[in-house]
């Protein structure tokens, strides 16, 4: 079983929907939950973090958390094509920050 | 402020050569970590450095080395490079080790390593 797991995708979805990424944890101790973006050629860069039970919202972002079925989930509201990109969610601790290997998404105009 | 900078941004190398990446962390982090990632996944953890210390290493073989410096810089040294290496190697630094939700990390944009 892999530590980080998700649907690698491709997820498509229109522009204006509502994208739902999804990513499940193996480790009963982990803490804190970390969603990044990266664009084609480029590097992750961070885009939410996650630490207790149930919902965190950042503009059109909203991470949800439940450790009891040790679940992390991203929603993307009002998507658009600038969102197209790879969603890696990542687990830590309590090793290394460990990834998955991320949800390719596609916003189509 | 400068973000996570590192050099080179592409390398082209033979295999059995052995290769030197650097990076320079955020002012003020004193964690750096290196992640290798190959195409279609995500990043795989290689080495966690801070203050000089190794604090964290991943399941790569011995030819894999780093080292941080009194600065916090840091370099990844790679010998006997096989094909296999032919990957994105990244660097990210944090406030601290403990990786823990007030200490995230930050990516530098990375070398993109082609053994031929």
């Known amino acids: 079983q892999k530590e980080v797991e998700q649907n690698s995708g491709p997820l498509s979805v229109p522009e204006g929907a509502i994208a739902s990424l999804n990513c499940t944890y193996s480790?009963?101790?982990?803490?804190?939950f970390f969603w990044y973006r990266q664009y084609s050629g480029k590097s992750p860069e961070l885009i939410m973090f996650i630490y207790s039970n149930g919902d965190k919202e950042d503009g059109r972002f909203t991470a949800q958390l439940n450790k009891a079925s040790q679940y992390v989930s991203l929603l993307i509201r009002d998507s658009q094509p600038s969102d197209s990109a790879t969603y890696l969610c990542a687990v830590n601790p309590p090793r290394q920050l460990t990834f998955g290997s991320g949800t390719q998404l596609t916003v189509l105009p | 402020d400068a973000g996570v900078t590192q050099s080179p941004t592409h390398l082209i190398k033979t295999r059995g050569q052995h290769v030197t990446l650097r990076c320079s962390p955020i002012s003020g982090h004193k964690s750096v970590s290196w992640y290798q990632q190959v195409l279609g996944q995500g990043p795989q953890f290689i080495f966690q450095y801070y203050e000089k210390e190794e604090r964290g290493r991943g399941n790569f073989p011995d030819r894999f080395s780093a080292r941080q410096f009194p600065n916090y810089s840091s370099e990844l040294n790679v010998n006997a490079l096989l094909l296999g290496d032919s990957a994105l190697y990244l660097c990210?630094?944090?406030?601290?080790?403990?990786?823990?939700?007030?200490?995230?990390?930050?990516f530098g944009n990375g070398t993109r390593l082609t053994v031929t």
């Open positions: 990210a630094s944090s406030l601290s080790n403990r990786g823990s939700y007030n200490s995230p990390l930050h």
């Open positions: 480790d009963r101790g982990s803490q804190s």
